[in-house]
């Protein structure tokens, strides 16, 4: 069988150019299906952020690095006064500073506490301090020094003689001055120096004898 070949098909063929106009448009097709694919990656799927960051950029993590743990500055304890030793009960000395020394005198008498009173060479009645010093915790029965601006006072010595040792000594601790017993503190009062009525002054003694006053008489002799 002849295959058919007409004056158009060789003009065709003859035609300048027509083979190079094929391979530039293949050639083109081809580019243009590699670009638009990269294209289409490119904006379908980024990639990992990572991956595209500039070199020497640190990554960011979901994490911070952690600082490097700090040691615990030491501390020093602020120094405190101890507190004041407590009695039982919490007795402690008045506050009589400033107070007069009768009144100081009855407000440790109420706290079942001694004293004894130094008078100065000053004026006035007040007291001037105490030895313990007011607020310290004592025991009771405890003597406290209590010393006053001005001189001791006068005071009238009581007639005693005939009273009971006990009551003469009471009643001379009432005035401020203090008994004393040559002969012993049992029975009544026979005699007392100073006299009643003489001047004394505070903290002075006065110096009673008791004992009996009655005196035996000897017993008769029967005659024979």
Known sequence: MDDEYTE???AERDRPGRGRLLLGGTLATVLLAAVGGTVGWVLADPGDPQDAAAPGAAPTGSASPLAPPTA???TTARATTPPAPT???GLTVPRLVGMDFEKAREELHDRKLGWR???GTGSGRA???TVPAQDTPVRPGTTVRVEVSGPAPE???PDLVGEDCDDA????GDLGLFPR????NRGEVTAQTPAADSTAHWNDQVSLSCGSATTSTPEATPTP
């Open 169 to 172: 000594a009471d009643e001379l």
């Open 181 to 184: 017993y040559p002969t012993g």
């Open 8 to 10: 158009e098909d060789r």
């Open 117 to 119: 009173l130094v008078f």
């Open 87 to 89: 009695t039982r009960g």
């Open 72 to 74: 615990a500055r030491p």
């Open 155 to 157: 005071v009238d010595v």
């Open 127 to 129: 007291v001037t301090r």
